[in-house]
């Protein structure tokens, strides 16, 4: 790979990773966000809800991030934690009204700068990105399966 060519894909990323594309509108990051997201339709004592650690496939993080995350939105007042009464070992994790109202306003927040994004890129380059990015994950997660497998 040329030196040139890799300095400047490290150096805007590195420049994406450091705008912390939420930070600017609202307390939730993006992963946060994507963690709400996914708690969104969990209900006590509801058949199919969705457990922390299920999260870290989904959102392909790790035990502990999902738990960090997880951690920081209960303190925020986001997220409520409730032991099964049926079973104590099960912990069912909802959205609390803040957190919802949160969400909302987060995800708004999101969508609005995605479309200015769009907007600045024009159709043909957003379709670019979006596809590039896609090839990008798909590679980074065959490698990492690769190495792991």
Avoid: C, W
Wanted: no cysteine.
């Amino acid at each position: 790979m040329d030196d040139k060519l890799r300095n400047q894909l490290v150096y805007a990323l590195i420049r994406l990773r450091r705008t912390k594309l939420m930070a600017t509108y609202t307390d939730i990051d993006l992963t946060a966000l994507f963690v709400m997201k996914s708690l969104a339709n969990n209900r006590p004592e509801a058949d199919g809800n969705i457990h922390l650690h299920e999260l870290q496939d989904v959102l392909h993080i790790s035990k502990a991030a999902v738990s960090q995350i997880a951690g920081n939105l209960a303190k925020k007042g986001y997220l409520l934690r409730e032991i099964s009464k049926e079973n104590r070992r099960k912990l069912t994790i909802t959205l609390t009204p803040e957190g919802r109202e949160a969400m909302q306003k987060a995800e708004a927040e999101f969508d609005k700068m995605l479309s200015e994004f769009f907007v600045r890129l024009g159709e043909n380059d957003s379709k670019e990105m979006v596809r590039l990015f896609g090839r990008f994950a798909d590679i980074a997660e065959e490698l990492h399966s690769s190495e792991a497998g």
